[in-house]
């Protein structure tokens, strides 16, 4: 079972301005819960109890989200809000969050690479906050998948051929079957962002990795890839080359929250699904 994962935290949220320029994007709300609760709710729910989280120390925001604050912790008793207190305070407890700096934006690789000595010699979780899931049961697969080959298992999408110049997209080799009862796929190689006619496949990443540690020595060597960033992508090329690692096929209900209309979309869905105000949200929402 993984229990670590890694979330990078650290970019500037530019898609999101000026809405990011004083408050970091994987806190904004979508209804009363930052973005970055979801991921962190995601990921207990999947058994993790070690969150390292890459952040910057532009943000110092990020870490005071994850003080104890026993003034908020009686408001929201208040509330009635017992699950989220409960929640909250297990951070520190039974959850420990650990921060790493990355203080100069050089990718994603990068980001990830940064997080070496707080994880360890162990698999773990990498989890993108821009991608919102519906629950944890993607973490899980991915969890099962890797336990069942030993290599890195990486959620993946089949996708629309225009869409994928925005993903990193699979190289497969053989075919689609089962593995731990998920629909899986071999790679040996993946490609960042692609031209449209020079995608390998349509199966596109979908920001949830289960990877193992000898990832940390690609990370290491890599150099700036077509985007001029260093890329995870790169990092899993390269070892998917040596050995083939596991695309794991998902259609699991996810948002991109990175750009306005995703964010939108997301509050939507979550003013809809609210216990207490979703029917007066739908009755407003029909009336319009
Ligand atoms: C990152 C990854 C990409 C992946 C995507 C998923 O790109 O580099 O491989 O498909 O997340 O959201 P970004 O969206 O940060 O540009």
Redesign the pocket.
Known sequence: MITTAVVPAA?MGTRMLPATKAVPKELLPVMERPALQFIVDEAVDAGVDHLVIVTSRAKPAIEHYFARDAEAEVALTRLGRHDMVERLSRFGSDVRVSFVFQDQPLG?GHAVGCARDAVGDQPFFVM?P??LMADSSLLVALSEVHGSTGVGAIAVKRMPRAELS???VLDPVGDEREVSGCKAIPFVG?V??PAIDAAPSDL????RYALTPDIFDDLARLRPGNTGEL???DALASQASRAPLWGVLSDIGRR?I?NPLGWLQAVVEAGLAHPELGDAFRDWLNEI
């Open positions: 970019g994603l993108l821009d991608e925005r993903y990193g993946v960042e962002k596109a990443i979908i920001g890329q995870l992508t991109d990175g």
